[in-house]
C-alpha cells in the first residue's frame, strides 16, 4: 500500500517549456488535490477534483491544468512554465466526505529558470 | 474562501520547553484539522477536532477547539528534537466541502 505516489521528485524546467507532474493514491479515495506550497505562503489549493469525473479551480489555477484520468490518477499540467512556478508541488487526496483527512505524496520540487 | 489565521510563523524553543500554536478564523468552523510537515517532508495529519470546547491529546501534545468554534490551538509540552516541523491548521472551504484552506503553519525550531 503506497498511499500517494508522485512522479518525478525534481524537475528543472526552462521558461516556457511544458510538463506534466503525475500523481496516483491506491486507497480508493474519492478526492484528490494539488497544492503548491512556497515559503511564507502555506498550502495553497491549485485544482482539486471532489470526485471522479470531476474538476475544480482552486485559489491560484492560473497556468495549470489538470486532468482526472480515473479513480487513482490526477495529474497537473504546466503548459508554459514560468519562474513564478517555480515551487514545491503537493498532491493529496481524501475519502471526500466532510471532516476526511488528507493523505499527501511526497512532493515535486520544480524550478523554472 | 475561508480564512484561518495561525501564529506565530516561527517560534524556536530550547528543548523541554512548551510551544503552542494559535489558529484563528472569523467565522465558524464545522471543523478543524491539524498537519505536521518534518523539514524536507509532506504534511502528514495529526487529528481533528470536531465538537465546541473538544480536547484531544496525543502524548505530548494537546489540541483545543474554542468554544465558539472559531479558534483552535496545539500545545506541545516539554519540546523535544523531534518535534521540529511545521505545524499547519487547516478549516473547510467554502464551495467545497472537501476542500480545506490551510493556516501559513509555524515553523518550530528546538534547540537541543
Known amino acids: 500500500n503506497a498511499g500517494v505516489t508522485q512522479t518525478p521528485k525534481f524537475q528543472v524546467l526552462k521558461t516556457g517549456q511544458s510538463m506534466t507532474l503525475q500523481c496516483a493514491q491506491d486507497?480508493?479515495?474519492?478526492?484528490m488535490y494539488w497544492y503548491r506550497q512556497d515559503p511564507g505562503m502555506g498550502l495553497r489549493l491549485i485544482y482539486y477534483?471532489?470526485?471522479?469525473?470531476?474538476?475544480d479551480k482552486g485559489e491560484v489555477p492560473n497556468g495549470y491544468n489538470v486532468s482526472r484520468l480515473n479513480k487513482r490518477e490526477f495529474s497537473l499540467r504546466l503548459e508554459s512554465a514560468a519562474p513564478s512556478q517555480t515551487s514545491v508541488y503537493f498532491c493529496?487526496?481524501?475519502?471526500?466526505?466532510?471532516?476526511?483527512?488528507?493523505?499527501f505524496g511526497p512532493g515535486t520540487r520544480l524550478t523554472v529558470t | 474562501g475561508q480564512q484561518v489565521m495561525q501564529i506565530p510563523q516561527y517560534q524556536h524553543v530550547q528543548e523541554g520547553e512548551d510551544f503552542t500554536t494559535y489558529c484563528n478564523s472569523s467565522t465558524t468552523l464545522s471543523n478543524i484539522q491539524w498537519y505536521k510537515q518534518r523539514p524536507g517532508g509532506h504534511p502528514v495529519f495529526l487529528i481533528q477536532?470536531?465538537?465546541?470546547?473538544e480536547v484531544k491529546k496525543q502524548k505530548r501534545l494537546t489540541f483545543q477547539f474554542g468554544e465558539a468554534k472559531k479558534n483552535s490551538s496545539l500545545h506541545i509540552t516539554a519540546t523535544q528534537t523531534t518535534d521540529v516541523g511545521t505545524y499547519f491548521c487547516a478549516g473547510p472551504s467554502f464551495g467545497g466541502y472537501q476542500k480545506v484552506t490551510f493556516g501559513i503553519g509555524t515553523k518550530l525550531q528546538v534547540i537541543p
Open positions: 477536532l470536531v465538537k465546541s470546547g
Open positions: 493529496a487526496s481524501s475519502e471526500g466526505h466532510r471532516h476526511g483527512e488528507q493523505y
Open positions: 477534483s471532489a470526485s471522479e469525473g470531476t474538476t
Open positions: 486507497m480508493n479515495h474519492n478526492s
